[in-house]
């Protein structure tokens, strides 16, 4: 079992920057994968961005170059920095994990999200 909990969500100015934080915990934690998904209202579940326990990262096309995620794997934490946000990067953002299989992310544990919105 794994336990996601995400914080650093709030309200920014398009164009401007944000950073959210996830802290994970339970046994085994190395060997999963990780990412972000977001959920924007009346719309499905995406992907932002996924991290392989070696680091490796996957982008959706709409962030590459804005967006940029670390993973500590000493911490145990996961964090997104967000830069040059849209109103449309509107979203529950929420932190995951879970395997890679045949080249695919598969999340299995999910934090309870955070909210980012960006308005002016």
């Known amino acids: 079992q794994v336990t996601l909990v995400e914080s650093g969500g709030g309200l920014v100015q398009p164009g401007g920057s944000l950073s959210l934080s996830c802290a994970a915990s339970g046994s085994l934690l190395n060997i999963y994968g990780m990412g972000w998904y977001r959920q924007a209202p009346g719309k499905q579940r995406e992907l932002v961005v996924s991290?392989?326990?070696?680091?490796?990262?996957n982008y959706a096309d709409d962030v590459l170059g804005r967006f940029i995620v670390f993973r500590d794997m000493t911490k145990n934490t996961l964090e997104l920095r967000m830069s040059s946000l849209k109103p449309e990067d509107t979203a529950v953002y929420y932190c995951?994990?879970?395997?890679?299989?045949?080249?695919?992310?598969?999340?299995?544990?999910w934090g309870q999200g955070t909210q980012v919105t960006v308005s002016s």
């Open positions: 991290v392989t326990p070696r680091g490796e990262t």
């Open positions: 995951n994990a879970g395997f890679v299989v045949a080249g695919t992310y598969r999340p299995t544990s």
